[in-house]
C-alpha cells in the first residue's frame, strides 16, 4: 500500500483537524469528499510530509515520514499542489516546472524532457515561454499541478486541483487524473462529487475530522438511493444522505 | 562544464532569481554608493558613527526581503536541497554586501573602521534571519530595523549617559571589541542555522 494510515490525529490550536482517520489506499485515483472544514486539507498536508501528525501511525510508499531520511526519499517521489500553491510572476511556464523538476533531483539529464512532458500533459504547451503573471488563473492552476507531476510521482497529492478551471479543462484534467492513476497514487481533494464521479476509482468522505465513507463513487451513489437526501445528482444524493447520517 | 554542474547552476540561478536576488543587490549596490557619497560631506561625531548604521541596517533588510519564498509548500516538500540553496544564498548576498560597503569606504573618514561596519552588517542580517524564522519572510525586515533604534539609542547614551555598554548592543561598542564582534557573529550563527535548517515560516 502507498498510504497506510492508522488512527491518525492532528490538533491545531484548539481545533482537533483531523481526529483518527485510518485509510489504506494503492494505486488508483482516490477521492477526499467533504464540507469546509471536514479536515481534508489537515489531512492531505500530513500526507504530503508539510504537517506531522500530532498522534496515530502513518506509513507512505513504504516509509515512515518521522524519520529523516526516509522522509527524503518519500519526497522525491512526491508531487503535492495544495489549495493555494505560490507563483514568482517573472518566471516562464518552463522556468516554474524546471525549478521543481531540479529540486526533486530528477537526473539532469532527463530534466528537459521531464518538464515538456509535464507542460504538455497539462495542455499549456503552447503557453511554455508565457511569464506566469500573464496567465489566467485556471492557467496558474494547470502550471502547479504540472510541478507536481513533473517527477512522475508514485504518490500525487492534489487539494482542489479544479478550482478556476473552466468546464473544458476540467474535463481534460479528469482525464489526466485517470491517466494518472493508472500508475500511481492519486488523492484528490475537492468539493465537486462530480469530478469524483468522474475521475475516482475510490472515495473518501470526511466530516468532522473522520471518514465517515469510504469506498467506491458507485456505493457512495447507492446510499442516496432511496432516501429523501438533498441533492441534483445520484452522487450528491449520496453525499448528503451518508452526512445526515453521520451526524445523526 | 557537466550536464550535472550545469543543472546545479540552473537551480542556483532559479533559485536566487524566485529570491529577488538581483533586486537586493541593486538596493546593496544603492545603499553602498549613498554611504560614499555621504562620507564626503562633513559630519560630527554622532551623525558620522549613525550614518553607516542606518546604510548598514538597510542592507540588512534588503537582505531580509529574500527569505520569503514565494513558492510556498510545494517548495518545502521537494528536495533536499533548499538548506544547500539557503545558506548559499544568505552567505553570498552577506559577503556582497559587506565587500560592497567596504569598497564604499575607501578613501573617505569612516567612524569606527571596516571591522565594525562589518560587525554591524553580520549582527543585522542574523536578527533579519531570526525574525524570518519566528515570524515569517514577509516581516524578516523588522528584526534589523527594530534594532537599528536600539542601536542608535545605544550611541546616543554615549554622550547622554547612563551609556549601554553590553556587547549584545553591538552598535554602541568599538569596531575593536572582540565581546561585540562575538555578540553579533553568534546571533549570525544562530540565525543562519535556523533558517538553513527551516526556512522561513510561513
Redesign the interface.
Known amino acids: 500500500m502507498n498510504v497506510e494510515a492508522a488512527d491518525l490525529t492532528r490538533r491545531l490550536g484548539r481545533t482537533q483537524a483531523v481526529a483518527g482517520v485510518t485509510l489504506t489506499v494503492d494505486r488508483g485515483v482516490y477521492g477526499l469528499l467533504g464540507p469546509n472544514g471536514a479536515g481534508k486539507t489537515s489531512l492531505l498536508?500530513m500526507l504530503?510530509?508539510?504537517l506531522a501528525p500530532s498522534s496515530g501511525r502513518l506509513r507512505l510508499l513504504d516509509g515512515d515520514p518521522g524519520d529523516h531520511r526516509q522522509c527524503?526519499a518519500i519526497?522525491?517521489r512526491?508531487g503535492?499542489?495544495?489549495q493555494?500553491?505560490?507563483?514568482?510572476p517573472?518566471?516562464t511556464v518552463v522556468?516554474f516546472v524546471?525549478?521543481?523538476a531540479?529540486?526533486?533531483?530528477i537526473p539532469?539529464?532527463r530534466?528537459p524532457r521531464a518538464v515538456a512532458a509535464a507542460v504538455e500533459r497539462v495542455g499549456l504547451g503552447d503557453k511554455a515561454t508565457a511569464r506566469l503573471r500573464t496567465l489566467s488563473g485556471g492557467m496558474l492552476r494547470r502550471v502547479?499541478i504540472a510541478?507536481?507531476i513533473v517527477n512522475d510521482p508514485d504518490l500525487l497529492l492534489l487539494d482542489e486541483p479544479t478550482a478556476g478551471l473552466d468546464p473544458e479543462q476540467r474535463v481534460a484534467f479528469r482525464a489526466l487524473l485517470r491517466d494518472l492513476g493508472q500508475t500511481a497514487t492519486v488523492i484528490v481533494s475537492t468539493h465537486l462529487v462530480e469530478d469524483v464521479g468522474a475521475a475516482c476509482t475510490q472515495v473518501g468522505l470526511m466530516d468532522q475530522g473522520r471518514i465517515v465513507f469510504s469506498g467506491t463513487p458507485d456505493e457512495l451513489t447507492r446510499r442516496g438511493e432511496g432516501t429523501d437526501a438533498a441533492g441534483d445528482a445520484p452522487l450528491e444524493r449520496g453525499y448528503s444522505a451518508v452526512l445526515t447520517e453521520a451526524r445523526a | 562544464m557537466s550536464v550535472e554542474a550545469a543543472a546545479r547552476s540552473r537551480l542556483l540561478s532559479l533559485f536566487l532569481a524566485g529570491r529577488r536576488v538581483p533586486a537586493a543587490l541593486a538596493a546593496v549596490a544603492v545603499a553602498a554608493i549613498t554611504l560614499h557619497l555621504a562620507l564626503y560631506r562633513p559630519w560630527n561625531t554622532y551623525g558620522a558613527l549613525q550614518l553607516p548604521l542606518i546604510v548598514e541596517a538597510a542592507c540588512a533588510a534588503a537582505i531580509a526581503g529574500t527569505l520569503a519564498s514565494p513558492f510556498g509548500e510545494p517548495e518545502r516538500v521537494a528536495g533536499s536541497r533548499l538548506p544547500f540553496l539557503r545558506s548559499t544564498m544568505v552567505v553570498g548576498l552577506t559577503a556582497a554586501a559587506a565587500c560592497a560597503l567596504a569598497v564604499a569606504t575607501v578613501g573617505v573618514p569612516l567612524s569606527g573602521g571596516v571591522a565594525a561596519l562589518v560587525r554591524n552588517l553580520v549582527g543585522f542580517v542574523g536578527l533579519g534571519l531570526l525574525c524570518a524564522a519566528a515570524v515569517g519572510g514577509g516581516l524578516a525586515w523588522t528584526g534589523p530595523v527594530t534594532y537599528l533604534i536600539l542601536g542608535v539609542y545605544a550611541l546616543y547614551t554615549q554622550w547622554h549617559g547612563p551609556a549601554l555598554t553590553t556587547p549584545w548592543v553591538w552598535p554602541g561598542r568599538p569596531g575593536h571589541d572582540p565581546g561585540a564582534a562575538l555578540c553579533a557573529g553568534v546571533v549570525f550563527a544562530i540565525g543562519l542555522a535556523v533558517y538553513t535548517w527551516r526556512g522561513a515560516r510561513e
Open positions: 498536508r504530503a510530509t508539510v527524503k519526497r522525491r512526491l503535492y499542489l495544495p493555494n500553491p505560490g507563483y514568482y517573472r518566471f522556468d524546471e525549478y521543481f531540479l529540486l526533486k533531483e539532469a539529464a530534466v502547479g510541478q507536481a
